[in-house]
């Protein structure tokens, strides 16, 4: 069962504009992580943004924000004042287990900035 | 910074041949991953391990072998290469402690022909 579910696969947003990119998890470990990962043309893995499970404030790094609904198990990733240097491959991933850790990772969704 | 370093950059095997993809990290990382990313599909979990000596299967392990005999390195090997093992493979360690972020080595552009 698909444990990280990103909805969508394709994005389009104007420069200036904020964006929401959706993520749902599913876990019934009470200590987990979720990251989101920026991943350019260039193929390297960018680390944009973490939201520990017991966190109790939404986490923000920049131009970076993201909403964590616990009870809905969503964690999207806002990006506020979108670049033409944000189109990319975003991935959302979740960390979990009580004794090992184990990542995973959603489908992506491609986005794409226009001016 | 955290250095996660992958042995080749492209890879090009025959089918049958027993593959091995090296990943080498500079820090102490308990848990290292490989994963394999294909078009549509994402980043799927291969195998990953959390100390030495020890590892899981990931969601698509069928195919592949892991080793980990020292902390720093995690093998990924291909019994016997198949066309439809070719793909990217990516490397990735994490942190026990702080869990905070996950580093990516620069990926391994395997093809099986």
């Known amino acids: 069962a698909q444990k990280i579910t990103q909805t969508q696969p394709g994005m389009f947003v104007q420069e200036k504009e904020a964006v929401t990119l959706d993520c749902t998890y599913d876990?019934?470990?009470?200590?987990?992580?979720l990251f989101w990962y920026k991943q350019p043309s260039s193929g390297e893995m960018i680390f944009l943004i973490y939201?520990?499970?017991?966190?109790?404030q939404n986490a923000t790094e920049g131009r970076y924000s993201l909403n964590f609904q616990k009870a809905r198990k969503s964690a999207n990733l806002v990006i506020s004042a979108s670049q033409l240097g944000d189109s990319a491959m975003y991935f959302c991933?979740?960390?979990?287990?009580?004794?090992?850790?184990?990542?995973?990772f959603g489908t992506g969704t491609r986005l794409q900035v226009f001016p | 910074d955290v250095k996660v370093t992958q042995s080749s950059r492209y890879l090009v095997k025959r089918t049958g041949e027993k593959v091995f993809l090296e990943c080498v990290q500079d820090?102490?990382?308990?848990?290292m991953f490989w994963y394999r990313q294909d078009p549509g599909l994402g980043l799927r979990l291969i195998y990953f391990?959390?100390?030495?000596?020890?590892?899981e299967k990931g969601d698509i392990p069928e195919g592949y072998s892991v080793s980990r005999e020292k902390k720093e390195r995690f093998s990924l090997i291909l019994e016997s290469a198949s066309t439809n093992q070719t793909s990217m493979y990516l490397c990735?360690?994490?942190?026990?402690?702080?869990?905070?972020?996950?580093?990516f080595g620069q990926g391994t552009r395997l093809t099986v022909v």
């Open positions: 991933a979740m960390r979990e287990g009580a004794n090992t850790d184990k990542l995973i």
């Open positions: 876990t019934s470990d009470p200590s987990y992580g």
């Open positions: 939201q520990g499970s017991y966190d109790q």
């Open positions: 820090m102490d990382h308990e848990n």
């Open positions: 391990s959390y100390d030495v000596k020890m590892k």
């Open positions: 990735a360690t994490l942190f026990g402690g702080t869990y905070t972020e996950a580093f």
